[in-house]
């Protein structure tokens, strides 16, 4: 007579896994939500001034597997809108929060001796100052090591024959600025392998650590440890990571616009079918797309093709630092011109602190036409009235809307920055020196790829992934691997 499994393994079986799908190992990633006091509220006006201190900090050409982070904040800029991320740095690791700025290179944290680092934070984040002296795998980075050598061409680093520390200073044109040298110590990180697996490994990396700090950068009310620049320069993170074969030469983002903020961040690449690429500008210090034209309502403006080339003070850059969005003067003034024109016959056009707003009782989608922004490939990047509008206040039961996009006077430079960035998926391809996006829901999970150097490629849930504790994956495969245990149990006691 055949043996009959015990209900009761089966029903253990069943247990487990859910005790594990639905208990200390959550199916989607958690993303924190952090929102300063409605306190903060800042008006658009202080806003542009807010993002032209941090386009000051724009630095100028003066085989593992994939790596996700957390992302916090929210782009709301109404409430002090920020994307950050939680990192580990130094034995034992420690927590420090960075602000995501795709317009920079260097990862720089505030340090133990700090004058003008804050200590307190708007965001409702405790601050941490890195003590290298803390950390039994912290050392400083001479001028003789290659790295420095290299910050040397970009102006990331600079060096003083009498100490031979590597160090750097970073002075920008408002007068806040930051410096400080440079530590090699360990970051620590979770990496997605090929079959789903997750794994903890650290990484040994060279970063600043600030020992002044000067201007915007000592405010309290927006205040985070420092600011991880993803830049694509040789002292980035993610350059030092891919070039000890960690990770691939790609990131990825996914910035939620929605009220709670939050997101997808990964060194990786980001797999959508939807995703349009467009070439990057070669040998430029930033993220420089070729953008060929505006269309509004379907329609191409007349803007002279001129002002949107590239060159030392003009071009397009992608950068995750700026809260708003920013035109060239001559394309600022025609788009507004089209905006208005398209809504004029339904919506009253008002004034708010000098920026452009209309009153507006019904939905934006039903009266403001969609924005496309054309690049070179073929790429366009397709705005709806939410990615180039922001909601200010409300007027005798209207909503005053206002144009989010700003002009940077008597300069050709326009910036993309969270405003349409947000609830896109944005793939960084460093390798094939290429950006590529999609709209995309980015409360959502997302499929990354694990191909480093196989033809073979892996898809996973990035929002499966926990800092802390096996993924779901890790834990079917554990039960797969107990079940026969138990089944075997069953037989003897049977």
């Keep these: 007579m055949a043996a009959v499994f015990p209900a009761w393994i089966m029903i ?10 639905m208990g200390g190992f959550p199916s989607t990633l958690k993303l924190e939500r952090r929102i300063p006091l409605g306190s903060h509220e800042l008006d658009l006006s202080q806003l542009r001034e807010r993002d032209r201190l941090r386009h000051g900090r724009l630095l100028q050409s003066s085989s593992g597997g994939v790596v996700d982070f957390p992302v916090l904040g929210t782009y709301d800029p109404f409430l002090v809108g920020l994307y950050y991320t939680k990192i580990q740095l130094g034995s034992p690791p420690r927590d420090f929060y960075v602000q995501i700025d795709t317009g920079s ?37 001479p001028c003789s090591d290659q790295r420095c050598r290299a910050g040397l061409q970009s102006s990331d680093s600079s060096c003083s024959s009498q100490s031979n520390q590597c160090s750097y200073t970073f002075q920008y044109g408002d007068g806040s600025g930051t410096s400080g040298y440079y530590v090699s110590d360990l970051l ?4 997605i392998l090929e079959g789903s697996m997750t794994t903890n ?28 620049g993803f830049g694509q320069q040789s002292l980035s993170v993610i350059s030092q990571l891919s070039s000890q074969g960690v990770t691939p030469r790609v990131f990825s983002h996914c910035l939620n616009g929605n009220n709670g903020g939050g997101g997808v961040l990964v060194l990786g690449e980001i797999v959508e079918p939807n995703i349009v690429y467009t070439p990057l500008v070669p040998s430029q210090p930033h993220y420089n797309l070729d953008l060929l034209s505006i269309s509004v309502g379907g329609k191409v403006l007349s803007i002279n093709p001129s002002v949107f080339s590239t060159s030392s003070n003009q071009g397009t850059i992608v950068d995750s630092g700026t809260t708003l969005a920013y035109l060239a003067e001559e394309a600022y003034d025609a788009f507004m011109t089209a905006i208005t024109n398209a809504v004029s016959q339904t919506v009253r056009p008002i004034l708010s602190k ?4 209309y009153l507006i009782t019904s939905s934006v989608n039903d009266i403001f036409p969609q924005v496309s922004l054309n690049f070179a490939g073929g790429a366009s990047l397709i705005l709806n009235p939410q990615d180039y509008l922001v909601q200010q206040n409300s007027v005798g039961g209207a909503a005053a809307w206002c144009v989010g996009f700003q002009k940077i006077q008597g300069q050709g430079i326009t910036i993309l920055g969270d405003l349409v960035l947000k609830d896109k998926i944005f793939v960084y391809d460093l390798a094939n020196q290429r950006i590529g996006w999609t709209n995309y829901d980015c409360s959502m999970s997302v499929n990354v790829s694990t191909n480093l150097n196989t033809a073979r490629t892996e ?3 990035a929002g499966q992934m926990s800092n802390d504790g096996l993924s779901l994956d890790q834990t079917r495969i554990t039960i797969a691997f107990l079940l026969p245990i138990l089944m075997l149990l069953g037989l003897l006691l049977s």
Aim: aromatic share 10%; proline share 2%.
């Design 105 to 141: 290179d260097v990862l720089w944290i505030g340090c133990n001796s700090c004058n003008g680092c804050p200590r307190t934070s708007g965001l409702q984040i405790e601050l941490n100052l890195f003590d290298p002296g803390s950390s039994t795998t912290a050392s400083l980075v």
């Design 354 to 357: 000098g920026n452009q707003c």
């Design 459 to 461: 898809f996973v849930n």
């Design 188 to 191: 620590h990180f979770s990496s």
């Design 201 to 228: 490994n650290t990484a040994s990396i060279m970063f600043g650590c600030s020992v002044s700090q000067t201007g915007d950068l000592t405010k309290s009310d927006r205040a985070v440890d420092g600011i991880f």
């Design 12 to 21: 253990a079986a069943f247990l487990f896994e859910a005790a594990f799908a």
